[in-house]
T-cell receptor, first 113, second 110 residues
Framework: EAGVAQSPRYKIIEKRQSVAFWCNPI?????LYWYQQILGQGPKLLIQ????????DSQLPKDRFSAERLKGVDSTLKIQPAKLEDSAVYLC???????????FGPGTRLTVT | KNEVEQSPQNLTAQEGEFITINCSYS?????LHWLQQHPGGGIVSLFM???GKKKHGRLIATINIQEKHSSLHITASHPRDSAVYIC????????????FGKGTKLSVKP
């Protein structure tokens, strides 16, 4: 069974530029999560999808971050414009249902200069 | 105060030692997760438990719901166990998303 795929693995951009991350969850997993992990901290949920609907986006900075999961499968997370404090690892995870074990992708390490 | 607290933050052990990492939480939970994160970022789920004890190889996880406390034990530690170990909880009433601790960085020396 293929795991959660993410791309790119690394990205370096200047502040005020835009960036997009892609995630393909495990086949058949209805729930998809995007997390932000700042160095030295645990991951923080940005947004949770159930199929193609948003379940929780309360911690998503909506003035600059957006995410979509149009067909209920893969998802993109966008930052526009980026700030220095957005430098972090962005993790995508999926699970078969709304609760239960989550399966994580390798993450995308973003550096904003 | 964070909702999920781990101790210690950093731990150095000699190969073969018995290791314990602790996690305390302050919210009602439906489940507690122990995760392992290696350098490079990838996270692997080790355990999900809501009561009692689970064992997988040299890893043992326990939880005391009344005391809101969980421990992760590693027996006969090995340098390949070196990683960050993260405790996370599924909050009652949440939609399944996790609240994470800051992690415990373990280094096992040969």
């Amino acid at each position: 069974e293929a795991g959660v795929a993410q791309s790119p693995r690394y990205k370096i951009i200047e502040k005020r530029q835009s960036v997009a991350f892609w995630c393909n969850p495990i086949s058949g997993h209805a729930t998809l999560y995007w997390y932000q992990q700042i160095l030295g901290q645990g991951p923080k949920l940005l947004i949770q999808f159930q199929n193609n609907g948003v379940v929780d986006d309360s911690q998503l900075p909506k003035d600059r971050f957006s995410a979509e999961r149009l067909k209920g499968v893969d998802s993109t997370l966008k930052i526009q414009p980026a700030k220095l404090e957005d430098s972090a690892v962005y993790l995508c995870a999926s699970s078969p249902g709304r609760v239960g074990e989550q399966y994580f992708g390798p993450g995308t390490r973003l550096t904003v200069t | 105060k964070n909702e999920v607290e781990q101790s210690p933050q950093n731990l150095t052990a000699q190969e073969g030692e018995f290791i314990t990492i602790n996690c305390s939480y302050s919210v009602g939970i439906s489940a507690l997760h122990w995760l392992q994160q290696h350098p490079g970022g990838g996270i692997v789920s080790l355990f999900m438990l809501s009561s009692g004890k689970k064992k997988h190889g040299r890893l043992i996880a326990t939880i005391n719901i009344q005391e809101k406390h969980s421990s992760l034990h590693i027996t006969a530690s090995h340098p390949r166990d070196s990683a960050v170990y993260i405790c996370a909880v599924s909050n009652f009433g949440s939609q399944g998303n996790l609240i994470f601790g800051k992690g415990t960085k373990l280094s096992v020396k040969p």
